[in-house]
C-alpha cells in the first residue's frame, strides 16, 4: 500500500503509512521500525512535492520551480529612479514562450521545463494576457502530469482522496457557480480525455487538499502545494504535527511525542480561535465535526487527560495558524471568459 502512495519525485521508505483512521477514512500513521519522536523532530522531508504553484499576484515574484520569494522592489525607488543593478540581477527572468512564468536561474528554468512546464507553456502562451487562478492551473498541470505518473499513484493516490463535490453541489450558491466555471475552464485548457464531470471532481479535490505556502518573514499565501502523500494528513484541533513548507520543499515536523502506531495529524485551522470558531471553519471549509480530545474537552463533553493540556499549551506556539490553503474559503480570482 504505501508504494502507492510514494510520490513518484521522492522514492524511498517512508516513516507514514496509510491506515484506516478513527477521524477520518484513512489517515497516516507512524511506521514500525521508526524511532519514537519528539517535539521539532522532523517525521518526513518532501524535496518536491507533486505541485507548487504560484499565487495569482505572486507569479512575477515568485520562482515558479524552487518558489523563492523574491518581493518587487519597484515602490522603493519609485518613478525616474535609476534601480540598483544588484537588484536587476537578482530579478526573476520571464520565460519567453508564455511570458507568465518566472525562474531564479537557469537550472530553475530547466527543472521546470522537463518536469512540466513544457507541457503547459504553448498552452499558457495562447492564452496570454489572460493568467489562469492559481487553483485552475494547479488542475491543469495535475491533468497534463496524467500520463506520467504511475497509474497506481493516479487511482488511489489521487482519486480516492476526499473532494467534497457533492458537498460543494449541495450547498449551491456562488461557491459552486465558481466551482463550475473553473473547472470548465481547467477542462478545456488541459485538452484532457477526462469528461468535464471527472475534472470537476479533481478540481475540487485540489481546493480541498492543497496546503499554503508561507514564507516565513510574512503571513501571505505566495502559492499552494499539493502533494497525495500530505493530503492524506488528517485534522486535529491539537494536532501532534505541523507542515512547514520553505520554498516549495515541505516537511512534516512533530510538536509533541510521536510514537509508532500513532496517526500523524496537522491542524487545518489557526489552533488559538476558540472552540466555535474552529469548529465552523472546519464545517464550512471541509464539510466535517471535529472530534478532537480539544474539541470534546472544549465542548464541556470530556477531561484533558494525563498531561495533555501541558502538551497542547507547550505545541501551540509551534503551530502555524492553519496552513491548509485558502483557495477554498473564497475565490479571490478574476473571471475567465
Ligand atoms: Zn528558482
Ligand atoms: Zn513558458
Ligand atoms: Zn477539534
Redesign the pocket.
Same mark, same amino acid.
Given at each position: 500500500m504505501t508504494t502507492l502512495l510514494t510520490p513518484t519525485t521522492n522514492p524511498g521508505s517512508l516513516p507514514l503509512l496509510p491506515r484506516p483512521s478513527s477521524i477520518s477514512g484513512f489517515g497516516l500513521f507512524y511506521a514500525p521500525g521508526f524511532s519514537p519522536l519528539t517535539r521539532e523532530d522532523i517525521i518526513l522531508d518532501l524535496k518536491t512535492p507533486l505541485l507548487s504553484i504560484p499565487g495569482d499576484k505572486y507569479l512575477d515574484e515568485v520562482?515558479s520551480? *524552487?518558489m523563492?520569494w523574491r518581493p518587487a522592489k519597484k515602490d522603493v525607488y519609485g518613478k525616474g529612479k535609476t534601480p540598483d543593478p544588484e537588484d536587476v540581477e537578482k530579478e526573476l527572468k520571464k520565460c519567453t514562450g508564455c511570458k507568465v512564468v518566472r525562474? *531564479?536561474?537557469r537550472e *530553475?528554468q530547466k527543472h521546470a521545463w522537463s518536469d512540466h512546464h513544457k507541457l503547459e507553456c504553448p498552452r499558457y502562451a495562447a492564452l496570454y494576457p489572460r493568467v489562469l487562478p492559481a487553483s485552475v492551473r494547479a488542475c491543469v498541470r495535475l491533468l497534463l502530469l496524467k500520463e506520467r505518473l504511475p497509474k497506481a499513484l493516479w487511482e488511489f493516490g489521487i482519486l480516492k482522496l476526499d473532494d467534497h463535490v457533492r458537498d460543494f453541489e449541495s450547498e449551491g450558491g456562488e461557491r459552486w457557480g465558481m466551482i463550475n466555471l473553473m473547472a470548465k475552464g481547467a477542462h478545456g485548457y488541459s485538452g484532457t480525455e477526462l469528461s468535464e464531470r471527472e475534472v470537476r471532481g479533481l478540481y475540487c479535490m485540489i481546493l480541498t487538499n492543497t496546503f499554503a505556502i508561507t514564507p516565513p518573514t510574512s503571513d501571505v499565501q505566495i502559492g499552494l502545494s499539493f502533494d497525495p502523500l500530505l493530503a492524506k494528513i488528517n485534522h486535529s484541533c491539537c494536532p501532534n504535527a505541523r507542515i512547514d513548507i520553505t520554498g516549495k520543499e515541505a516537511a512534516v515536523t512533530a510538536v509533541t511525542d510521536v510514537n509508532v502506531g500513532d496517526e500523524v495529524t496537522v491542524s487545518y485551522v489557526d489552533t488559538e480561535m476558540n472552540v466555535e470558531a474552529r469548529r465552523k471553519e472546519l464545517r464550512e471549509t471541509w464539510f466535517f465535526e471535529c472530534k478532537c480530545e480539544k474539541c470534546k474537552v472544549e465542548l464541556g463533553g470530556g477531561k484533558w487527560k494525563d498531561g495533555m493540556l501541558e502538551d497542547i499549551k507547550k505545541s501551540e506556539r509551534d503551530v502555524p495558524a492553519g496552513n491548509k490553503s485558502e483557495e477554498v474559503r473564497g475565490f479571490v480570482v478574476e473571471e475567465m471568459d
Open positions: 520562482c520551480w *524552487c523563492e525562474y *531564479c536561474s *530553475c
